[in-house]
Each structure stands twice: as structure tokens, then as C-alpha cells.
């Protein structure tokens, strides 16, 4: 079975596709996605979750979305995340997957692909056959014209106009403002480019025109965890049928951000003692060599996750359970490096009050006397 893009397949002969017993094509008129997230009156409109949002059609034609389903026995595993089926994402690049593990019955190959029977949407839905006998179409030369106009257009603002951003402060918040050097006009030229900062959506982005002449764009922002080094920019040209996309994202250099930052931002993902003594026992099951989690790690970490006893719903304060206590011993004991990224973690939580309230009460008589114990054996 092949799944692929119509404009790919329309390149491919008719002798590569006939191997293959089944041949689809996402089905357009199902590719409407609904993106929903709680609302969040303290943070600013339009950042990342603050507000429901659909995906219309067009926007979804072309989506880079991977998906990896691998069956072991009765269970079976779903990758999902920035990795193509690539040599260079799985031997050089640096990618971010996510597993999911269930039961193959439900969440395996078979399940993914196969028709539904009872109603229920599955991927299978959102397909639609390909006629291998059609014969391939010759690439439309305006097409492709315009594809390396805005590839053109993605590696100039990605190499060669020096892209930074800048953070000053404003009367209400920071101004994020990206500068760089002037962008030739024959580039820009009927092609309508934006952007926005990663940490919202695209509702706030705005016209990147203005570098044509080398002047700045600035991105208003309320509050410091919304400063980000990361900036979304989309890319069309082209109307209807014939309209193409280039979204992709630039980690630029960040110049004046405030000291306090990324402790702010720790605080602020943290958010509460549950969630910082979760992200703790994750750093306490890390593998020695820092690579990530081995699975015994994975089970041991989801083990005690379970185990953790619910916040006090009267005053939200709880002291270090016995699971935690544990970890931290046995980490002493066995892996002594993993309480150096707790130490750090409680560096920058501590850094102020807030951030110091996340940590359960009774915690600091805990650690101090293990760190003590960790800092004689380096």
C-alpha cells in the first residue's frame, strides 16, 4: 500500500506505481482539522492555546506531518514528531519524536488502514483511491517556477540576510524586533510573506515586507515567557489551484532578553508542585549517559508517576513522598551526575519567591543533606 501527495504520484510512471496493490491520495475535502485549546485570560491573544482554531482545507494541503506505526507482538508503538523517513533524521539530524505505545488491536498497522466498519473515522477516511492507469502529468513549468521562487526566497532569509531579533522593553511588555539586512526586491517580488514568533500563533503574524528597505518588524509581546528566539514565517505565491506555501521556522540570535528569562519560563511551564515534581522524577529516571530514558527507566518513571499521592486540595502543599525520597538516593547511590540537573532545576526555580513555592514543603531538609553527600563523592 502507497500513500503519497496527488502532485507526487502525477510525476511517478505508471510502471513504479503498479507493484503496489493499493495506491491513495489524502482526500482534500477531509482535511479539515480543528486545533482547540483552553482559553487563558492573563496571556496574550493569539499565542499558542489561548484560542480555538480550525485548519481550513487549503491550509492543510502539503502538511509535513510524519507518523510511524511499528507492531511487536500484541502491542504496537506510533512515532510521531519532526523526523522523515530519512537516513540523515535518524543517523545525523537532530529530530524530537514522541512514542505512544497501546495494544495492537486497536492502535497497529491494521487498525490505521483498515476501512471502518462501524461508523468511526480512520485513517482509511481520509483517503481516496489513485488510478494507477491515469498516465503521469509533465510537471507544470509555471508550477515549479514559483516552488523555487519561494525556495529561494526560504534560503536567502534563512543564510544570507543575517536575521536577529532584538528585545527592547515598551510601555506594556517587550518589543521583540527583528532586523537583518535588506532583502532583494526581485526575491520578495509577488510573493506574500509574514511571520510571527513561535510562541503564537499565526493570527499575530505580520508582513515581512518592510526588509526589503532593511527596516525592522517588531512583535509586541505582554510578558517574558513570551519572548522566543524561534520565528514562524509562511511564504505563497500564487492564487486558487495554483497557490503554493513555505512555512519554516528560524532559531535566530536573541540580543537584551531579560536575565530573569529562562528562569521565568522554567516557572512558568512548571506551573505547580504536581508539575515540578513530575519533570523531577523524570530527570531522576534519565539514563547515565543523558541520551534520554532506556525503557526500564521509561516503566520505573511511569511507575512512580502512579504512585505520587494527590496535592492537598485544601492548601496545595504536600511534602516529599516516599517514591521521590527513593529516587533520590537511589540516584545517589547509582547514578550521583542525574542530581546535578536537580541541582540546576533548583537553582533556577528558586531564583525567586514564586518560583521557590513550587517546591513542596519539607523538600530543602531532604535534598540539601543528599547534595551534600553528592558534591564529597565528585
Known amino acids: ?121 480512520t485513517f482509511r477516511n481520509l483517503l481516496e483511491r489513485y488510478s494507477i492507469e491515469r498516465q503521469a502529468s509533465v510537471p507544470d513549468a509555471a508550477s515549479a517556477a514559483i516552488e523555487d521562487r519561494l525556495e529561494a526566497l526560504r534560503r536567502f532569509l534563512a543564510g544570507k540576510a543575517n536575521l536577529g ?54 512583535f509586541r509581546v505582554a510578558s517574558v515567557v513570551s519572548i522566543s528566539a524561534f520565528l514562524a514565517i509562511e511564504l505563497a505565491a500564487g492564487s486558487g489551484d495554483a497557490a503554493q506555501f513555505c512555512r519554516f521556522a528560524l532559531k535566530l540570535p536573541l540580543i537584551g532578553a531579560p536575565g530573569d528569562r529562562i528562569p521565568a519560563i522554567l516557572r512558568h511551564l512548571l506551573g505547580d508542585r504536581e508539575h515540578f515534581l513530575r519533570y523531577l522524577l523524570f530527570l531522576l529516571a534519565r539514563d547515565a549517559n543523558e541520551k534520554g530514558t532506556d ?32 529516587e533520590l538516593l537511589r540516584a545517589l547511590s547509582r547514578a550521583p551526575e542525574r542530581l546535578d540537573a536537580v541541582h540546576d532545576l533548583l537553582r533556577e526555580v528558586t531564583a525567586s519567591a514564586d518560583g521557590a513555592s513550587l517546591l513542596p514543603a519539607g523538600f530543602r531538609e531532604v535534598w540539601e543533606p543528599i547534595w551534600a553527600a553528592r558534591e564529597s563523592v565528585r
Open 1 to 121: 500500500m502507497l500513500v503519497s501527495t496527488q502532485h507526487a504520484l502525477d510525476e511517478i510512471g505508471s510502471d513504479v506505481l503498479r507493484p503496489f496493490k493499493e495506491v491513495y491520495v489524502f482526500d482534500d475535502s477531509s482535511a479539515t482539522f480543528e486545533i482547540a485549546g483552553p482559553g487563558d485570560s492573563t496571556t496574550n491573544q493569539g499565542q499558542v492555546g489561548d484560542t480555538d482554531a480550525v485548519l481550513r482545507p487549503d491550509e492543510a494541503r502539503g502538511l509535513h506531518a510524519k507518523l510511524f506505526v511499528t507492531d511487536e507482538g500484541w502491542d504496537a508503538s506510533v512515532w510521531t514528531g519532526s523526523a522523515n523517513a530519512t537516513a540523515s533524521a535518524f543517523e545525523r539530524n537532530v529530530e524530537f519524536l514522541v512514542e505512544l505505545t497501546g495494544k495492537k488491536s486497536k492502535v497497529g498497522i491494521d487498525a490505521l488502514i483498515a476501512p471502518a466498519t462501524d461508523g468511526r473515522v
Open 295 to 326: 525503557a526500564g527507566s521509561a516503566r520505573r518513571l511511569a511507575d512512580l508517576l502512579a504512585e505520587l499521592p494527590p496535592v492537598d486540595a485544601g492548601n496545595g502543599n504536600r511534602g516529599p513522598s516516599l517514591p521521590l525520597v527513593e
Open 165 to 218: 531579533l532584538e528585545v527592547r522593553s515598551a510601555e506594556a511588555g517587550f518589543d521583540v524586533v527583528l532586523q537583518g539586512d535588506p532583502v532583494p526586491a526581485e526575491l520578495l517580488a509577488g510573493i506574500r510573506a509574514v511571520g510571527w514568533l513561535a510562541t503564537f500563533d499565526q493570527a499575530s503574524a505580520k508582513p515581512l515586507d518592510a526588509l526589503v528597505a532593511g527596516k525592522e518588524v517588531a
